[in-house]
């Protein structure tokens, strides 16, 4: 939600992106709820007393308010809801949270909508953060349910082709969705799964935000949904996402 309040506006917002600018400055990406990505000038906060060196980091979520210049946006304040610690002082989680960070500056623009990102995105770092989740199994939740939000959720309740609900253990690329296993033999883009890599996916498309996470599959089937949820992200986005070393 945004606020305007005296010329200035109150928004909460997540750093994805950080430059340094001049001696004591920052340019900001920030990703908000109500005005998408925008970037923001943070005057001073390199300085080591200044009250935004902390608001200003990576991956800092917080309650900011703008001002709103002629090609950018002003950080006047910020009070910080949570830094993502363990994000910090974990190379591996960092690792994939930069990743994801990467992936979600891609998807967003200015001036959009993008609350539903943001709360996958927050949920998702709070996930890697806080909890012991095999980090290939919370990435590849994270990719199904942005191809959701994005517009492109998979046909998921029956066979894409012949409409039976049986049999539903091929993933289709070229055809975004479950087949059977007829209408599989015909269709060189699938991916056979199992039966419960097929129910992790219709969950994740469908589960509440809040509850996206609270499920556990076996280590051979997170393969299965890593690869499928993968092979998806990088051919509706057109682009080959890799998880990368930080160094």
């Not at 309040?5 to 950080?18: A, Q, R, W, Y």
């Amino acid at each position: 939600m945004v606020k305007k309040v005296m010329g200035t506006f109150k928004t909460n917002g997540i750093v994805i992106l950080e430059s340094n600018m001049g001696d004591y400055d920052k340019m900001l990406t920030m990703l908000t709820p109500g005005l998408g990505k925008i970037a923001c000038a943070a005057k001073g906060a390199r300085r080591t007393k200044s009250a935004l060196l902390s608001g200003s980091q990576f991956l800092c979520f917080g309650e900011y308010m703008l001002y709103q210049g002629a090609s950018t946006y002003h950080v006047n304040s910020c009070e910080t809801i949570e830094m993502f610690y363990n994000l910090r002082t974990d190379l591996d989680k960092l690792k994939y949270a930069s990743h994801i960070t990467k992936i979600v500056y891609d998807v967003t623009n200015e001036n959009e909508n993008s609350y539903k990102i943001l709360q996958l995105f927050l949920n998702t770092l709070y996930t890697l953060s806080e909890t012991d989740k095999n980090m290939d199994f919370v990435l590849a939740i994270f990719k199904m349910r942005l191809m959701c939000i994005l517009g492109f959720t998979p046909h998921i309740s029956d066979c894409k082709e012949c409409h039976t609900k049986e049999d539903l253990l091929y993933f289709s690329f070229k055809d975004s969705g479950f087949k059977c296993g007829i209408c599989a033999k015909f269709d060189k883009g699938v991916m056979q799964i199992s039966g419960a890599t097929k129910d992790a996916i219709q969950y994740i498309a469908l589960a509440p935000a809040k509850k996206l996470f609270s499920f556990n599959i076996s280590e051979t089937c997170i393969k299965e949904l890593e690869l499928v949820s993968k092979i998806y992200l990088n051919q509706k986005l057109e682009k080959d996402y890799k998880l990368e070393e930080l160094f």
